[in-house]
Nanobody, 126 residues
């Protein structure tokens, strides 16, 4: 069983940067594919970024490519999402997810993940 706890969300202005974190319990974090997804009010949950157990490869949604960076620190059981040049359309609840196997490009698919965090709110004002 893996427990995921997100943190770092908040209210920022358009153009600002923010980093959200996801701390995972358990001793096998280094073997998990990790992903970030988001859900805006009235919309379905959508893929943001994913990272393999080793840290490479990574995949990004087109809407965030070049602005967001996913990374992980296996020694700290933590995955990060650095978000730069934030836009109002980035406003959503951001969820961390873990899969107990390497997913590769299938890391973009929510139902491939085994564990989910409770989410952290990111609000970008214009």
């Amino acid at each position: 069983q893996v427990q995921l706890v997100e943190s770092g969300g908040g209210l920022v202005q358009a153009g600002d940067s923010l980093r959200v974190s996801c701390a995972a319990s358990g001793r096998t974090f280094s073997g998990y594919q990790m992903g970030w997804f988001r859900q805006a009010p009235g919309k379905e949950r959508e893929f943001v970024a994913t990272i393999s157990p080793s840290g490479s490869p990574t995949y990004y949604a087109n809407s965030v490519k070049g602005r967001f960076t996913i990374s992980r620190d296996n020694a700290k059981n933590t995955v990060y999402l650095q978000m730069n040049v934030l836009k109002p359309e980035d406003t959503a609840v951001y969820y961390c997810a873990a899969a107990a196997s390497y997913l590769g490009v299938f890391g973009t698919v929510p139902k491939k993940y085994d564990y989910w965090g409770q989410g952290t709110q990111v609000t970008v004002s214009s």
